[in-house]
């Protein structure tokens, strides 16, 4: 394949300098064909040995797309003769293969340096252009590269304001009707006014096992209707790949020909600008203190209220502590799912607090 792609990116730098008129920096185009693919495949030999990128998921770096490596390589050519990254061919080639892993600008830089410093060791191909302000080039074409993606951003929202569409539930869903749990009254009506009139985020806090994911589904369900979108998000690991793995999200939202690596910023552009009569509902269920990383991105009030839980006091978020159930609380919800238990209610209620078996 790497000869496949150093081939077809040579061809396409020589025809491009034949059509302009710049056929003149060589002699022979075939020969100057063979002598840049070699180089073009050496480069990306060069790129894997320093920076290497794994595949994975049946994703692939963007040194084996050749549109992309023809767009970059162009660039760096004949920037000074006027030439313009291609939007149009870098959208397309990312719509027919969203499993090009989006490459960083770090990597780009190295890409372009290691191109650089095998152009600069062939005295032929080197004529082509010596710059000595080469790096300035490079970092703008990692400019050119984000705006790119951010108008592809862009247009995506746009599209899904037109097609009116969007499901009210972007995600699965965590609902636990009210009358099915026992307590938590005052936590909920605190987690609503929390919300509701304090423009601020909600993160409910303690340890395992303690309720917080209950609580948070009560809320969804008893104000499900108060809410034009919601989302739930259960967070494994990190925000990104919670996103990445929630094929009901990335389908809703349109956002399959984004690469993994973008997604995250790609969705939560798109739910910030999301338009709607009611306020909408992001929950992240089990968030640690990465999230804070991404505070200033996520979707916020007014348009938003974003529901978190964690067992970490996350400093950005307004909290809302949740301890235990008081004693008579625990009792009934013991009796609750217990209710073939043969010991009496006395006899429990003389039980130490440790010897309950809560489920």
């Known amino acids: 394949m790497l000869e496949t792609v150093g081939m077809f990116v040579a ?24 002598r840049l693919s070699v180089i ?17 998921d049946g994703k692939f770096p963007f040194y084996d797309s050749q549109i992309m490596i023809d767009e970059f390589l162009k660039f760096r050519f004949f920037n000074n003769q006027g030439y313009q990254l291609d939007e149009t061919n870098i959208a397309n080639a ?10 960083e600008k770090q990597q780009i830089t190295s890409f372009l340096e290691i191109f650089e410093q095998n152009i600069q060791s062939d005295d032929e191909l080197k004529k082509l252009e010596i710059d000595e302000t080469y790096k300035s080039e490079i970092f703008n074409i990692s400019t050119k590269i984000d705006s790119l993606f951010d108008k592809l951003v862009d247009e995506l929202s746009k599209k899904l304001h037109s097609q009116k569409t969007i499901p009210k539930e972007l995600t699965a869903l965590v609902k636990i009707p009210k009358k ?10 605190k987690l609503r006014n929390s919300l509701l009139h304090k423009s601020e985020t909600a993160l409910i806090n303690g340890m395992g096992g303690i309720g917080k994911t209950t609580l948070a589904a009560v809320y969804v369900a008893e104000f499900y209707d108060d809410y034009d979108h919601i989302v739930w998000l259960t967070l494994k690991d ?3 790949e919670a996103i990445a793995a929630n094929y009901a999200l990335i389908q809703n939202l349109q956002l399959k020909s984004i690469p993994t690596g973008e997604q995250l910023k790609g969705c939560l552009n798109v739910l910030r600008s999301l338009e709607s009569n009611k306020p909408k509902l992001l929950v992240l269920d089990n968030a640690n203190e990465s999230l804070s990383a ?3 991105e996520l979707p916020k009030p007014p348009g938003w209220h ?7 006091r996350i400093s950005e978020f307004d909290i809302l502590d949740l301890d235990f159930l008081s004693e008579d609380e625990a009792i009934a919800l013991f009796f609750k799912y217990h209710n073939n238990f043969s010991t009496n209610r006395f006899e429990v209620l003389s039980m130490k607090w440790n010897d309950i078996p809560l489920p």
């Not at 073009?40 to 994975?56: A, L, R």
């Not at 099915?180 to 009506?189: H, K, N, Q, V």
């Not at 974003?306 to 970490?312: C, K």
Request: aromatic share 6%; glycine share 2%.
């Open 94 to 103: 990312l719509d027919k293969n969203p499993n090009i892993i989006r490459p």
């Open 294 to 296: 991404h505070y200033n």
């Open 40 to 56: 073009i495949n050496q480069t990306i030999e060069d790129f894997k040995t320093k920076n290497p990128i794994p595949e994975t």
């Open 180 to 189: 099915d749990i026992i307590g938590r009254e005052t936590d909920l009506a």
């Open 11 to 34: 061809k396409s730098i020589a025809s491009y300098a034949v059509e302009k008129g710049l056929n003149s920096l060589f002699s022979n185009q075939q020969d100057f064909e063979k």
């Open 306 to 312: 974003l529901l978190v839980t964690s067992r970490e």
């Open 238 to 240: 990190s925000l990104e």
